[in-house]
């Protein structure tokens, strides 16, 4: 049974609508990841977060923003979705230690804004 | 920084056949090495990783790598695949101990179809 969580898993949305995606992890871990994946291609870090109230951008630019106020929620939002930021969203998770642990994943949320 | 490239983009075999997915890495620290892998629409599954030590390591549903650090390495492989190991896989590394931001870099993809 998965312990993040995305939500939702489908998103269907019109341009310049805002839009929250969340992810919740149940396991206390202090870090979480946001990547984009594209189909065929890799999986880019548009956002992380080492704790409560720090976040930071990745490698991939991003009109997105997130918030961690609460360890176990860190919701990336697009405030005017465009057809560009179609794609599949992953979020993921790590211990304190980091990525000796691996990360675990949710199950994405495939975003398509038409 | 580091980066990883996966040398197929598609690996078509047949069932009961050995596989092998390649993967180079490049970095000027150390680094920690790990193939996920990615069934239709769900997330990543962490297969096996490499920290330190025995550059042999196995994974589960009977993947193992050998990391080569001459030849910047990380090749995965499976001496007798089945229909369900069809899916996506995929490299990552992050930097070791002390060296650096600790986030996964991923490759590319490796999309393995096991034909009956």
């Known amino acids: 049974e998965a312990d993040i969580y995305q939500t939702p898993r489908y998103l269907v949305i019109g341009t310049g609508k805002k839009i929250t995606l969340e992810c919740s992890q149940t396991m206390g871990h202090d870090k979480m990841y946001w990547y984009q994946q594209d189909p065929g291609m890799e999986l880019h870090l548009i956002h992380y977060s080492y704790g409560v109230n720090s976040t930071e951008k990745g490698d991939l630019s991003s009109e997105s923003t997130v918030s961690r106020i609460r360890t176990e929620h860190f919701p990336l939002t697009l405030e005017s979705a465009r057809p560009s930021h179609t794609s599949q969203y992953l979020c993921?998770?790590?211990?304190?230690?980091?990525?000796?642990?691996?990360?675990?994943f949710g199950s994405g949320t495939r975003l398509t804004v038409v | 920084a580091q980066s990883v490239t996966q040398l197929d983009s598609q690996v078509p075999v047949f069932e009961e056949a050995p596989v092998e997915l390649r993967c180079n890495y490049s970095?000027?620290?150390?680094?920690?090495l790990f193939w996920y892998v990615q069934y239709p629409n769900q997330g990543l599954q962490l297969l096996l990783k490499y920290l330190s030590g025995s550059t042999l390591v196995k994974g589960i549903n009977g993947f193992e790598a050998e990391f080569n650090k001459s030849q910047t390495s990380f090749h995965l492989r499976k001496p007798s695949v089945h229909i369900s190991d069809t899916a996506e896989y995929f490299c990552a590394v992050s930097p070791g101990v002390g060296a650096g931001r600790r986030a996964l870099t991923f490759g590319s993809g490796t999309r393995l179809q096991v034909q009956p």
């Open positions: 993921a998770s790590s211990e304190r230690q980091g990525t000796a642990y691996g990360y675990t």
């Open positions: 970095s000027s620290v150390s680094v920690y």
